[in-house]
């Protein structure tokens, strides 16, 4: 609560944040989302406020912000799209129709290149040294490591939703507990630990009884390098982790990303995985983690992860 009884709030959605104040502890949840709306455009119904919680539930409309233990200044991240924009969201995407994988960058003839210069090595090192890991659970001996990216590889970020749930990729908590068996896990989202945090605890994956997440990485970790052909390019450098544990080289790691770029520092530890967009339509017919899962197995007991070329991934035979 700030001074005078007032409620102050930022809200964050679509890359900017928007300042809420001058709300009264009497003021309804209802009555923010209306506030939200005159801000942002996006109407009530469409609004999904992560980290709002009242007794362990989404509050509903009629719960006033006075029970909601509400700090100062605190923020929260909005999902939600326009009415404008929702034609865009509802209707199928070019790329579903035709059934094909955007490549977002077609840059396999620099990735040696990138891979090994100078300066790229120099920034790894300089992360290595400044960037905290914060470890909830040590390296288990023996373990191949998995690190995951978040947004359109496991939660559908972009569409519109009740809950977190909905745009949870299907088969995401059987497959990170078949992974746990073989493989600890990293989270290496391109955004701030924050937000990282609220949709892990959205989804139910920090405290799953089946499994458990090793560590969590954020944007801090990742380095810029330059690509002649596209100009400067953040990725995320496995380097980091092989740096800071001991336990896990380029020869018992692999990552899945739906963007390459991001695995351009470690082509050979990466596995393009399809985007999940639309949550609503693809939901119910998404089986991509469910073909991982089979397909992490079946190199769990490899000795060199790196001799693969996991494009090919769907028709690999032991």
């Given at each position: ?58 509050p509903d409309d009629d719960v006033r912000l006075s029970t909601l233990n509400l700090k100062s200044n605190t923020k929260i991240m909005m999902m939600g799209t326009r009415e404008e924009n929702l034609a865009e969201v ?69 569409s519109v939703a009740e809950t977190g749930v909905e745009l949870m990729r299907p088969y995401l908590h059987d497959f990170l507990t078949a992974a746990y068996e073989h493989y600890d896990i990293a989270i290496w989202s ?129």
């Amino acid at each position: 609560m700030a001074v005078c009884n007032e409620v102050c709030l930022t809200i964050k959605w679509s890359g900017k944040e928007y300042s809420i104040d001058k709300l009264l502890p009497t003021d309804t949840v209802g009555y923010l989302k209306e506030v939200i709306k005159e801000k942002t455009g996006v109407l009530p119904e469409r609004q999904k406020l992560l980290g709002l919680k009242y007794k362990g539930k989404t509050p509903d409309d009629d719960v006033r912000l006075s029970t909601l233990n509400l700090k100062s200044n605190t923020k929260i991240m909005m999902m939600g799209t326009r009415e404008e924009n929702l034609a865009e969201v509802i209707s199928p995407s070019e790329e579903l129709l035709n059934n094909q994988v955007i490549n977002d960058f077609d840059i396999e003839e620099e990735e040696i290149q990138i891979e090994n210069r100078d300066e790229n090595l120099a920034k790894i090192d300089k992360r290595i040294s400044d960037y905290k890991v914060e470890i909830r659970n040590p390296p288990r001996a023996g373990k191949k490591l998995l690190v995951l990216d978040v947004d359109y590889t496991i939660f559908d970020h972009r569409s519109v939703a009740e809950t977190g749930v909905e745009l949870m990729r299907p088969y995401l908590h059987d497959f990170l507990t078949a992974a746990y068996e073989h493989y600890d896990i990293a989270i290496w989202s391109a955004t701030s630990m924050k937000w990282i945090e609220a949709k892990m605890k959205e989804l139910g994956i920090l405290d799953n009884p089946n499994y458990k997440i090793s560590f969590l990485l954020d944007s801090g970790a990742m380095i810029t390098v330059l690509s002649t052909k596209y100009g400067l390019i953040e990725t995320k450098p496995l380097g980091v982790i092989w740096g800071k544990f001991e336990e896990y080289t380029s020869k018992n790691t692999i990552m899945f990303d739906d963007l390459r770029r991001n695995f351009l520092m470690n082509p050979q530890n990466g596995l393009k995985i399809r985007p999940f967009r639309e949550a609503h339509k693809n939901r119910h017919k998404d089986k991509e983690l469910s073909k991982l899962t089979k397909y992490l197995n079946k190199i769990a007991k490899l000795d060199d992860l790196s001799d693969l070329n996991h494009k090919h991934w769907e028709s690999y035979k032991p």
